[in-house]
């Protein structure tokens, strides 16, 4: 209800472009008016790719264009050509996940999983620009993306934690993300008795 | 069945969950990413008016636009659902009237999104504008136009009443009375993903149905009923939800109206909802207004209880009644009680239906007791923390209204907040404008009953083992993020002796898994896990048998452990998984076993029994600290500690997970979140800002530091002693914020959210010398019926209802 678009099958011009997309450069033809999530979704078929509002508001389509962070619901496809477009599905390699997903998914960051690939690519931008932030300067990388289920601590550690590996460190998570504050040395927890 | 086992090598342990490498991954197919060949989309034609008759619906011009296939009216869809066996009160689409903006009219399915938007606008519909009903208020006056022909009287839905012990002598003890009001605000449920159902009716007359749905069971039962199909031909796949918090728990009209239009176009038909039409979509958090009576001894003991609540409805049931009942079910599993009235009300509203979100009707009475005991201990010079302390209920105990709970690790919470928080030093001595704010809570594990009567199992696994040792788990459980799929691989890996990861889950499939009712009410791992606990077991008997047999030793020697199953007596002699599942093949067939899960009877026996009992109770505590500035009200968050008795982790970083995600929504409630509606000049009720850019919600940049306790209570009816986590923690969030905002400038907002403009009127008010609160200011008169009496179990109550007042002695008036 908040898009209106004439639709004529006929008058339809579609944009013929090449794009590159995860460092492969793909041919698509699509209306002109397509979002660049739309051509990545139903063009394209990366369905990694979410969208929670498609009007800019929840940061869940975020890509990378160029490297930077991009709501890919405000852009247009057409708009793409000659950039580099990086999506969720072009971030594991040959060596496996990326370390920022191995965090989030030894941690828990991610829970339904809806919004992860928007906060990962906004994550990964923020590590390539800064490979040792602070919480507050994550806190601020990730503003424009919206989480319901974690509260958002465990993608603040598992930033935290992929940014260590990723500077080389021989970094774990704390005991206290895994178990709370009251985990004993054995790593379980003690029982009450009642 | 349950009996805890020691040491444990996979339950209790923090894994990854199983499916995330999918989730990081972006492979994780959610229902929009659902693509079939010729597959067409559909939208729906929405009122635009929030009450009104309709006259006329022209759809031929739609039906002749370009790329158009189909197009479906109400008429089409006459057969009324619901989630409720009660209130079977909604249409696929609009029949006669329309109830509230956004409720869908007329559907089209066309060959693209586009072409199915445009037709939209070609739709004519002549409507007779009926007065709406925008508030409780309104809903409790006499209508001349009620919006259902159904109810208790005039908009009100539902009337309950009940009385458990004698209130009036309690009163009379007591030292002090305390009266007061709260009120808590409507807010919605948020997930990222919106709503998405595609619907595939196959040349063999067979539906299948993909759906962003946390409740596939009864989806399936509403579509057979609406579309008058066999169950049997209908597949419902409820696709892992991109977040559900209850929002996706009821049948909703587009999952019915695809598989119609299917059914109709022979072809594959998608629908995916806009972010507005999520908000219509609704089911969130109630409106209530509340009123509270108190009365307590000196030390803070209560000797009585009289809980009032009338509870904005929206336009439709949806699980209404039971919501009703919820706010009034579980005031007495946390501190004792010794009697007990409950008066409930709910009306029907012109604005999108409410129902069911995380925690369930009881976020607002647990604000309401635990911001009332705030008030009392404060009034009685008792320290907040102590006087709940002080009074817990009993573990294993009946409850004054018969709710029988078992473990309770609320003391060993409130000792950890208490003391992480530093809130003997601190509270009360802070400088102003800050302050610290205690409150507890408690949820279910599971409801005791299925929404539809019937006596058969609430949870079913299927387990099948093949001659590789693959191990596939089958269950109609629907991961909405929780990590129930997790959950059900960690439960058979630590029986088997296998690595979980080992495991495949196939959860949420009507044709492929045994039933299970769904994600909601906090159900999943403690009805699923013990299903599985108890399939995994015949498993295990059949392997150990097979093996004892190849080992020549008996059944009870042979242990199962890191991918082995060897004598236990002699760890060395044994056989890898896969040689001990050839061996029980060739012994017993093909390997294959059920569990399945009923919870335990309830001891209430009188009407409205059915709410609140659970097999196991969780239970929070938390202290909040708040930074107030007294010239704005503007208020900061800086840090929470919370305390979660989950009886016993099965994998405790997903238990953090749970308690941190239910933190976060709590304070999102308690700070900022409103599903607010204004009244336009033409007295149409809209919702003022369906957009999530308007409807604020938490961000990174205030969510603030969240010191997490995990308490291990075990209670015997949980999986290895587990009890939920999923919704208890969010509980008492928002009473806690208005707590600690009292202890920070000294006046009580007694209405969710807080917000700084209503911490400034109260401070103003206290300026003025009135009470130094804000507040609802009134309680309506609500016509309550003359409750059912009840006598406790203290009373030697048996459960069922007496047909008079019930006198101290426990004898009838």
Partial sequence: MTRRSKFRERELTRAHLALSVNGETVEAAFEPHKTLLEVLREDLALTGTKHGCELGECGTCAVLIDGKPVLSCLVLGVECEGRSIETVEGMAGPGGLHPLQKAFADLGAAQCGYCTPGFLLTGKALLEENPNPTLPQIREALAGNLCRCTGYIKIFEAVELAAAWMRGEKAEPRKESLYGFDFDESGLLPVLKS | MTAPRKPTRVVGRPFAKVDAAAKVTGQTKFADDVVLPRMLHCKLLRSKIAHARILSIDVSKALAAPGVVAVATGKDLPIPFGILPVSQDEHALCMDRVRYVGDPVAAVAAVSEDAAFDALDLIEVRYE????????????????????????????????SMQFGDTEEGFSRADRVYDNLYFYEGSTHLALEQHASVADFGPDGKLTLWSSTQTPHYVHRALAKVLGMPPARIRVIATPNGGGFGGKSDVFNHEIVVAHLSRVTGRPVKICLTREEVFYCHRGRHPTLMRVKTGVKKDGAITALHFQTVLDGGGYGSYGVASTYYTGALQTVTYQVPAYRFDGARVFTNKPPCGPKRGHGTPQPRFALEAELDRIACDLGLDPAAIRRDHLQPPNSLTANF???????????????????????????????????????????????????NTMPQSGVQLKIDRGGGVTVFCGSTDIGQGSDTILAAIVAEILGIDPFDIRVVTGDTDLTPVDLGSYSSRVTLMTGNAAIEAAERAREMLAAAAGEKLGIPAERVGLAGGRVFDVENPETGMTFPEAAVAAESKCGTLGTVGSYKPPPSAGRYRGAGVGPSPAYSYSAAVVEVEVDPGTGIYTVPKIWIAHDVGKCINAALVMGQVEGSVYMGLGEATMEEMAYRTDANRNVVHKFPSMLEYKSPTTMEMPEVATFLVEDPDANGPFGAKEVGQGPLLPIPPAVANAVFDAVGVRVDEIPVTPEKILRALKAKAQGKPARYGPERFPNVPYPEPIHVRTPAEGGDGKAVDAPVTAAGGVR
Avoid: F, M, Q
């Fill in chain 2, 403 to 453: 709710l029988r709970v078992g473990s309770i690790g609320l003391g060993a919470c409130i000792d950890r907040v208490v003391a992480a928080s530093g809130w003997k030093k601190r509270r009360g001595k802070l400088p102003r404008g800050r302050g610290l704010g205690i409150a507890c809570s408690s949820y279910l594990t599971g409801a005791g009953l299925p929404i539809y009567w």
């Fill in chain 2, 129 to 160: 504008p009926l007065p709406p009903v925008g508030t409780i208020d309104e809903g409790l006056a006499p209508a001349d136009a009620p919006i259902h022909d159904y109810g208790d009287s005039g908009n009100i839905h539902k009337l309950v």
